[in-house]
């Protein structure tokens, strides 16, 4: 163990936080899901639980398994998140009639029409990011680039 009198000596910069893309992408999320928070709360919802209304209201009827493929989730995750949705009578889970391998999830009616109240949170992030439409667009699809590169198995 180091005495207290021990000098580190300075990190170089490729170390430093601040110079971490993993950081800024970090902190940034923290940021984010706090500033989603007090918006999701008036509907009642998680930010997980936000994403996957997001998406079924972008195409409802989805498997759980194309569901977890649009948002990067595994069955692990995605499964109580489903139940507590279920719970709250915002969607139903059925097994596929012509695979009862497969589960749909679909939006009920309390589902659907929770679209309206959610409307609204995009246009207050977007106040609050300071940013125009087109900027916003244009973060979005960098993030989507390095997400997908990233993603991609090493040669």
Known sequence: MPS?????????????????????????????TKLYKPLLDTLGLTYPQYLVMLAL???????????GERLFLDSGTLTPLLKRLESAGLLARLRDVQDE???RITLTGQGRALRDGAQPIPHCVLARAQCTPADIGALTAQLHGLRDRLAQPQA
């Open 57 to 67: 209201w972008e195409r409802d009827g989805l498997t759980v398994s194309e569901l």
């Open 101 to 103: 391998r497969r589960v």
């Open 4 to 32: 207290p009198n021990t000098v580190t000596p300075p990190s170089p910069p490729e170390l430093l936080l601040d110079n971490q893309l993993c950081f800024a992408l970090y902190s940034a999320s923290l940021a984010m």
